[in-house]
T-cell receptor, first 110, second 114 residues
Protein backbone atom coordinates (compact mmCIF):
# COMPACT_ATOMS: atom_id res chain seq x y z
CA UNK A 1 0.00 0.00 0.00
CA UNK A 2 1.20 3.48 -0.84
CA UNK A 3 -0.89 4.94 2.01
CA UNK A 4 -1.77 8.61 1.53
CA UNK A 5 -0.08 10.33 -1.40
CA UNK A 6 -0.02 14.03 -2.22
CA UNK A 7 1.08 15.93 -5.31
CA UNK A 8 2.86 18.20 -5.88
CA UNK A 9 5.44 18.33 -3.07
CA UNK A 10 6.22 21.99 -3.75
CA UNK A 11 4.34 24.71 -5.61
CA UNK A 12 4.79 28.43 -6.15
CA UNK A 13 1.79 30.47 -7.30
CA UNK A 14 1.21 34.09 -8.09
CA UNK A 15 -1.61 35.92 -6.37
CA UNK A 16 -4.90 35.24 -8.14
CA UNK A 17 -3.85 31.98 -9.75
CA UNK A 18 -5.85 28.82 -9.11
CA UNK A 19 -4.63 25.28 -8.63
CA UNK A 20 -5.61 21.87 -7.29
CA UNK A 21 -3.68 19.94 -4.66
CA UNK A 22 -4.10 16.22 -5.23
CA UNK A 23 -4.62 13.63 -2.52
CA UNK A 24 -5.18 9.90 -2.91
CA UNK A 25 -5.33 6.92 -0.56
CA UNK A 26 -5.38 3.21 -1.29
CA UNK A 27 -6.63 1.97 2.07
CA UNK A 28 -10.34 2.19 1.26
CA UNK A 29 -10.86 4.75 4.02
CA UNK A 30 -14.16 6.58 4.07
CA UNK A 31 -12.98 9.62 6.04
CA UNK A 32 -10.54 12.05 4.44
CA UNK A 33 -9.50 15.54 5.45
CA UNK A 34 -7.29 18.49 4.56
CA UNK A 35 -5.23 20.54 7.03
CA UNK A 36 -2.96 23.49 6.73
CA UNK A 37 0.01 23.96 9.00
CA UNK A 38 1.50 27.37 9.66
CA UNK A 39 4.41 28.06 12.04
CA UNK A 40 3.19 28.09 15.63
CA UNK A 41 -0.40 27.36 14.61
CA UNK A 42 -0.47 23.58 14.66
CA UNK A 43 -2.82 21.79 12.26
CA UNK A 44 -5.99 23.56 11.21
CA UNK A 45 -8.79 21.67 9.50
CA UNK A 46 -9.88 23.06 6.13
CA UNK A 47 -12.43 20.54 4.82
CA UNK A 48 -13.30 16.94 5.47
CA UNK A 49 -15.35 14.16 3.93
CA UNK A 50 -16.99 11.13 5.52
CA UNK A 51 -17.48 9.37 2.20
CA UNK A 52 -17.89 9.78 -1.54
CA UNK A 53 -20.27 12.60 -2.35
CA UNK A 54 -20.17 14.07 1.18
CA UNK A 55 -18.00 17.01 2.23
CA UNK A 56 -18.09 19.46 5.11
CA UNK A 57 -16.25 22.56 6.23
CA UNK A 58 -13.64 22.64 8.91
CA UNK A 59 -12.15 25.50 10.87
CA UNK A 60 -10.65 27.49 7.96
CA UNK A 61 -12.59 26.71 4.75
CA UNK A 62 -12.60 30.15 3.10
CA UNK A 63 -10.76 30.25 -0.23
CA UNK A 64 -10.80 26.48 -0.67
CA UNK A 65 -13.12 24.03 -2.39
CA UNK A 66 -13.23 20.24 -2.22
CA UNK A 67 -15.10 17.43 -3.89
CA UNK A 68 -15.21 13.69 -3.27
CA UNK A 69 -16.29 11.80 -6.35
CA UNK A 70 -14.47 8.58 -5.38
CA UNK A 71 -13.41 6.94 -2.12
CA UNK A 72 -9.76 7.18 -3.14
CA UNK A 73 -9.40 10.84 -4.14
CA UNK A 74 -9.97 14.10 -2.28
CA UNK A 75 -8.59 17.11 -4.20
CA UNK A 76 -8.31 20.57 -2.66
CA UNK A 77 -8.85 23.55 -4.95
CA UNK A 78 -7.55 27.04 -4.38
CA UNK A 79 -9.86 29.31 -6.33
CA UNK A 80 -7.80 32.52 -6.33
CA UNK A 81 -4.55 32.16 -4.43
CA UNK A 82 -3.63 34.77 -1.83
CA UNK A 83 -0.36 35.24 0.11
CA UNK A 84 -2.25 34.25 3.29
CA UNK A 85 -2.59 30.77 1.80
CA UNK A 86 1.17 30.24 1.92
CA UNK A 87 1.41 27.16 4.10
CA UNK A 88 2.10 23.44 4.23
CA UNK A 89 -0.96 21.39 3.35
CA UNK A 90 -1.56 17.88 4.67
CA UNK A 91 -4.14 15.38 3.54
CA UNK A 92 -5.20 12.57 5.87
CA UNK A 93 -7.48 9.54 5.85
CA UNK A 94 -8.90 7.17 8.46
CA UNK A 95 -11.38 4.36 8.89
CA UNK A 96 -11.51 4.14 12.64
CA UNK A 97 -9.14 5.50 15.21
CA UNK A 98 -6.11 7.44 14.18
CA UNK A 99 -5.50 9.30 10.94
CA UNK A 100 -2.83 8.52 8.37
CA UNK A 101 -1.20 11.66 6.99
CA UNK A 102 0.34 12.28 3.60
CA UNK A 103 3.83 13.82 3.19
CA UNK A 104 2.47 17.34 2.60
CA UNK A 105 2.52 20.01 -0.13
CA UNK A 106 4.52 23.17 0.55
CA UNK A 107 2.72 26.07 -1.16
CA UNK A 108 4.09 29.57 -1.58
CA UNK A 109 1.92 32.38 -2.94
CA UNK A 110 3.79 35.48 -4.07
CA UNK B 1 -14.67 27.36 22.66
CA UNK B 2 -13.38 24.00 23.68
CA UNK B 3 -9.88 23.14 22.53
CA UNK B 4 -6.86 20.95 22.99
CA UNK B 5 -3.78 22.73 24.27
CA UNK B 6 -0.28 22.07 25.54
CA UNK B 7 1.47 23.26 28.68
CA UNK B 8 4.94 23.77 27.13
CA UNK B 9 5.86 24.70 23.57
CA UNK B 10 9.48 23.43 23.82
CA UNK B 11 11.22 20.72 25.80
CA UNK B 12 14.94 19.93 25.89
CA UNK B 13 16.14 16.66 27.41
CA UNK B 14 19.45 14.89 27.72
CA UNK B 15 19.90 11.74 25.65
CA UNK B 16 19.01 8.73 27.77
CA UNK B 17 16.69 10.65 30.08
CA UNK B 18 12.93 10.20 30.12
CA UNK B 19 10.73 12.82 28.44
CA UNK B 20 7.26 13.85 29.49
CA UNK B 21 5.07 15.88 27.15
CA UNK B 22 1.81 17.21 28.53
CA UNK B 23 -1.52 18.10 26.97
CA UNK B 24 -4.69 19.60 28.42
CA UNK B 25 -8.09 19.13 26.87
CA UNK B 26 -11.33 20.86 27.73
CA UNK B 27 -13.99 18.86 25.85
CA UNK B 28 -15.38 16.51 28.47
CA UNK B 29 -17.22 14.62 25.73
CA UNK B 30 -13.95 13.54 24.08
CA UNK B 31 -13.39 9.83 24.54
CA UNK B 32 -10.47 9.04 22.27
CA UNK B 33 -6.99 10.58 22.31
CA UNK B 34 -3.99 10.24 20.05
CA UNK B 35 -0.35 11.29 20.10
CA UNK B 36 1.46 12.11 16.86
CA UNK B 37 5.13 12.74 16.08
CA UNK B 38 6.13 15.09 13.29
CA UNK B 39 9.71 15.19 12.08
CA UNK B 40 10.97 18.13 10.09
CA UNK B 41 9.61 18.18 6.54
CA UNK B 42 7.31 15.20 7.08
CA UNK B 43 3.67 14.56 7.85
CA UNK B 44 2.55 13.64 11.39
CA UNK B 45 2.97 9.98 12.29
CA UNK B 46 0.83 8.03 14.75
CA UNK B 47 2.58 7.08 17.99
CA UNK B 48 -0.04 5.78 20.40
CA UNK B 49 -3.69 6.20 21.26
CA UNK B 50 -5.91 5.70 24.28
CA UNK B 51 -9.63 5.47 24.90
CA UNK B 52 -11.33 7.19 27.80
CA UNK B 53 -12.10 3.88 29.52
CA UNK B 54 -8.36 3.48 30.14
CA UNK B 55 -5.95 5.58 32.20
CA UNK B 56 -2.69 4.16 30.86
CA UNK B 57 -1.43 2.50 27.73
CA UNK B 58 2.08 1.41 26.89
CA UNK B 59 3.87 0.98 23.62
CA UNK B 60 7.48 0.53 22.68
CA UNK B 61 9.35 3.08 24.86
CA UNK B 62 6.22 5.24 25.03
CA UNK B 63 3.44 5.45 27.58
CA UNK B 64 0.32 7.57 27.43
CA UNK B 65 -1.43 8.55 30.64
CA UNK B 66 -4.96 9.91 30.77
CA UNK B 67 -6.39 11.72 33.77
CA UNK B 68 -10.04 12.42 33.05
CA UNK B 69 -10.59 14.15 36.38
CA UNK B 70 -8.35 17.06 35.42
CA UNK B 71 -8.65 16.55 31.65
CA UNK B 72 -4.95 15.92 31.21
CA UNK B 73 -3.02 13.73 28.81
CA UNK B 74 0.69 12.99 28.85
CA UNK B 75 3.19 11.18 26.67
CA UNK B 76 6.21 9.62 28.34
CA UNK B 77 9.20 8.59 26.26
CA UNK B 78 11.69 6.33 27.99
CA UNK B 79 15.44 6.60 27.34
CA UNK B 80 15.05 9.47 24.91
CA UNK B 81 17.17 9.16 21.76
CA UNK B 82 18.29 11.75 19.17
CA UNK B 83 15.76 10.24 16.75
CA UNK B 84 13.00 11.31 19.12
CA UNK B 85 13.66 14.97 18.31
CA UNK B 86 10.46 16.19 16.68
CA UNK B 87 7.24 18.08 17.32
CA UNK B 88 4.65 16.10 19.24
CA UNK B 89 0.93 16.74 18.90
CA UNK B 90 -1.95 15.48 20.95
CA UNK B 91 -5.36 15.11 19.34
CA UNK B 92 -8.79 14.38 20.70
CA UNK B 93 -11.96 12.99 19.22
CA UNK B 94 -15.50 12.43 20.32
CA UNK B 95 -16.00 8.83 19.40
CA UNK B 96 -13.63 6.45 17.62
CA UNK B 97 -15.99 5.80 14.70
CA UNK B 98 -13.97 7.85 12.26
CA UNK B 99 -16.70 10.26 11.17
CA UNK B 100 -15.85 13.28 13.28
CA UNK B 101 -12.82 15.54 12.94
CA UNK B 102 -9.85 15.21 15.24
CA UNK B 103 -8.94 18.36 17.18
CA UNK B 104 -5.20 18.97 17.41
CA UNK B 105 -3.16 20.87 19.93
CA UNK B 106 -0.46 23.32 18.82
CA UNK B 107 2.41 20.92 19.48
CA UNK B 108 5.52 20.63 21.67
CA UNK B 109 8.99 20.62 20.16
CA UNK B 110 11.24 18.02 21.78
CA UNK B 111 14.98 18.57 21.41
CA UNK B 112 17.34 15.81 22.51
CA UNK B 113 20.77 16.92 23.67
CA UNK B 114 23.49 14.37 22.87
Amino acid sequence: NAGVTQTPKFQVLKTGQSMTLQCAQDMNHEYMSWYRQDPGMGLRLIHYSVGAGITDQGEVPNGYNVSRSTTEDFPLRLLSAAPSQTSVYFCASRRQGWQYFGPGTRLTVT
Amino acid sequence: GESVGLHLPTLSVQEGDNSIINCAYSNSASDYFIWYKQESGKGPQFIIDIRSNMDKRQGQRVTVLLNKTVKHLSLQIAATQPGDSAVYFCAENKGRSGNTPLVFGKGTRLSVIA
